[in-house]
């Protein structure tokens, strides 16, 4: 979490609505989102398969979590329960919380719409909408930003601004670069002023350089108080991520700062020369040097 969040105090969220007051797990933190004894089970007339076994997971506001592990491991399961896309065979859930292990579908997606935004390694942008409709296009089925009266170009037109598409509001996606299309894409997870961002494999068609550059994007997010949960393959994914977990068979086990990531190193095979490490010592848009490596946005 962002040391300078806390020495600055609450300062109003530029991307999201100030919570429901949620479940206290004793330390003082709230969770976003909790899972306690998730178990997920594929039941088919052959075989079931246990994709997730009595997983404990929560997140708390402002964390990044990244989350690894091999092929069919249980990730994208992890992923799809946590975004109230798929539901847990046992166990319980909480948003924000509230209890949200046995809602309706209606309140489930009326959940997620209000505090969950997405991203996704191909973006997921409608090719003939500008940028700025695309960051709008959620808050379209809901008669405007979630929560609240907001003027929601006005407020499309903000995000692309603060990741730095100020100058690409009127693009369409096919004049975008790939790092400039994922940009929109976060900026569109975040219109509803979401408390978490779910992400599956973030970097995953971007190369190394435009890949550091969304992971800086994920880190001013949870400056900001919002939490990311990241599923990845990508080594850089884990420098930024203030933890990672690890699913092996459906069991999530946390791993040690110190243990060794196991995943690739950079794309191309080399020697690993990111700046990441100025991220995973210091959360606070400072770089070693003191210098502000947020640039002029927020
Ligand atoms: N709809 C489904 N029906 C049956 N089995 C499924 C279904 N979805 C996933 N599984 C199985 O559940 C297990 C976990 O799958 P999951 O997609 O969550 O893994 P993953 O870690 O995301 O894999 P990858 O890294 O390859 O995307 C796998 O054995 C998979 O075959």
Redesign the pocket.
């Known amino acids: 979490m962002s040391d300078r969040r806390r020495e600055d105090g609450p300062e109003p969220s530029a991307y999201r609505a100030t919570t429901d007051a949620a479940s206290d797990e004793g330390d003082g933190a709230t969770a976003v989102v909790e899972l306690r004894g998730v178990t997920k089970e594929?039941r088919?007339a052959s075989e079931t398969?246990v994709?997730l076994d009595d997983v404990d997971f929560a997140v708390r506001p402002g964390e990044f979590v990244a989350v690894v592990?091999?092929?069919?491991?249980?990730?994208?399961?992890?992923l799809n329960v946590l975004g109230l896309l798929d539901v847990p065979t046992h166990g319980e859930q909480y948003l924000q919380g509230r209890d949200v292990t046995d809602l309706t579908d209606a309140d489930q997606t009326d959940a997620r719409k209000r505090a969950i935004g997405f991203v996704f390694q191909d973006f997921h942008l409608i090719p003939t909408l500008t940028a700025t409709e695309n960051v709008e296009l959620p808050t379209l089925f809901d008669g405007g930003v979630a929560g609240s009266d907001e003027d929601a170009t006005a407020r499309a037109r903000d995000l692309l601004s603060r990741v730095g598409l100020g100058d690409r509001l009127d693009h369409d996606p096919t004049q975008l670069s790939g790092g400039q299309k994922q940009r929109v894409a976060i900026a569109r997870a975040l219109v509803n002023r979401p408390a978490l961002v779910l992400a599956d494999e973030p970097t995953g068609n971007l190369d190394r350089e435009t890949g550091t550059t969304i992971l800086e994007e994920f880190r001013r997010i949870c400056d900001d108080g919002v939490s990311v949960v990241a599923?990845t393959?990508d080594d850089l994914v884990t420098r930024f991520a203030d933890r990672t977990v690890e699913?092996v068979d459906?069991v999530v086990r946390e791993r040690e700062a110190s243990e060794p990531s196991g995943l690739a190193t950079s794309a191309d095979g080399g020697e690993d020369e990111t700046d990441a490490g100025d991220h995973e010592d210091s959360h606070d848009g400072t770089t070693d040097d003191g210098t502000d490596d947020h640039g002029d946005r927020p």
């Open positions: 594929y088919s398969v994709a592990g091999p092929s069919g491991s249980g990730k994208s399961t992890m599923v393959h699913l459906g």
